[in-house]
């Protein structure tokens, strides 16, 4: 369900032919999104914590950091790969505003439970058929299977999960109670810096303008996901991330298509001489020979990682770890298209103005300090 260089539930792309061009774009700047990310990429057995910047330590220090028994009912309310913990967040965006945790948690807390229930099988089996949704939570699994269709053998874990959402009573305050205790026990040793830094960020991006389409501000705030939006999307809300950084998340329910995107060095950074670590990226990203021998091939056209994967004579799994560090520097693009969920037509290409701002980038931080030591 996940991958180091995008994380994102791709069963969910269905007919991307004719995706409306304009569409009014939100930003939410609340670290109530934040905890509940955390939560997913934390308990998430196929997230891989190399691949984000807060490193290793950080994860395997939440994770140690969370009771036993709280950790066990993060685990099963989440589901299989923690999933249902985004079906939360994405839930949490219909509360009334304002959005900071103690509000919208306590809206969750009193949400009816047939509610929560409806939404959390609809989110597990990617379908909008009101129908069957209202059929399966009342116990009709033969309608769960309907709604879960070729999921239902191929992962039959979700079947299981649909089952015990089906039986289980007190889900509201069940879901509620792990969040309040997460944040009490666990994430209230970052909260208050993480709000700062995605209050900051969320802010600029509101006071910034809008170019473009939709897809074109998500390749923005992306550093290059192409993202065809699909049919039926009726919103765009922009979320900021620490957590996330450098990475993204593209989640769509409901008619609504939430970016969870890394935020930028300058929110965070209260180091004045440090280099910037977008600039770390690109020329960690670049020290490798295999990694320029993909910049050269993306270079000469667009490629799938089936042919960079036969190019280089690497397994799969070790190409698509260069492939998330190329991604996490910002030097290529992701172009994904309806086909992508069935493991076709994801190909990657070149980001030039990227690889042209490198040099820029170094010489400007060189520059800056060699002047700062003259005056100082």
């Known amino acids: 369900m996940t991958t180091p260089e995008l994380i994102i539930p791709t069963e969910r792309v269905r007919d ?13 700047g609340s670290v109530a999104y934040e905890l509940v990310l955390a939560m997913w990429t934390v308990f998430n057995p196929e997230s891989s914590s190399a ?12 994770r140690r950091s969370v009771p036993d028994d709280l950790a066990e009912e993060i685990v099963t309310l989440g589901g299989p790969y923690s999933f249902a913990w985004l079906g939360i967040s994405s839930l949490l965006l219909s509360a009334p505003h304002p959005h900071d945790p103690d509000h919208v948690y306590t809206w969750l807390e009193d949400v009816d439970e ?3 229930r409806r939404w959390l099988i609809g989110y597990s089996s990617h379908d909008e058929d009101q129908s069957l949704i209202e059929q399966a939570a009342a116990g009709d699994m033969e309608a769960a299977l309907r ?7 191929e992962k039959p874990e979700i079947v299981h999960y649909v089952r ?9 305050r069940r879901f509620t109670g792990a969040l309040k205790r997460f944040r009490s026990e666990v994430f209230s040793d970052f909260e208050d810096d993480f709000a700062a830094a995605i209050g900051r960020a969320a802010a600029a991006r509101r006071a910034a303008p809008m170019r473009g389409d939709a897809k074109s501000v998500i390749e923005e705030v992306t550093s290059g996901l192409s993202f065809e939006i699909p049919r039926g999307v009726n919103r765009v809300i922009l979320v900021p991330s620490v957590v996330n950084r450098p990475l993204s998340l593209i989640d769509v329910h409901r008619g609504i298509l939430v970016v969870y995107y890394g935020i930028a060095d300058e929110f965070i950074n209260s180091d004045p001489e440090a280099p910037p670590s977008w600039l770390l990226r690109v020329y960690k990203a670049l020290g490798d020979d295999k990694r320029l021998r993909i910049m050269r091939r993306l ?7 089936d042919e960079l994967t036969e190019m280089l004579g690497l397994s799969k ?5 260069h492939m998330s560090l190329l991604r996490g520097a910002g030097l290529v693009r ?6 992508e969920s069935k493991g076709k037509h994801k190909t990657y290409s070149v980001r030039e103005q990227s690889v042209a701002d490198a040099g820029d980038f170094l010489d400007s931080y060189l520059r800056t300090t060699e002047l700062e030591q003259r005056n100082a």
């Not at 330590?57 to 939440?62: L, P, S, Y």
């Not at 015990?164 to 509201?172: A, I």
């Not at 799994?317 to 770890?321: E, N």
Request: glycine content about 6%; cysteine-free; aromatic content about 6%.
């Open 334 to 339: 992701v172009q994904m298209s309806a086909e």
């Open 299 to 305: 270079s000469e056209g667009e490629a799938t990682l």
């Open 317 to 321: 799994s070790t190409v698509h770890h």
């Open 114 to 116: 047939g509610r929560l």
């Open 51 to 62: 691949a984000f910047d807060l490193g290793e330590d950080w994860f395997e220090n939440v």
């Open 147 to 153: 709604l879960l269709g070729e999921k239902a053998e």
């Open 164 to 172: 015990w959402l089906v039986v289980t009573d007190d889900l509201p």
């Open 16 to 28: 991307l032919t004719n995706a409306p061009r304009r569409l009014p774009i939100e930003v939410e």
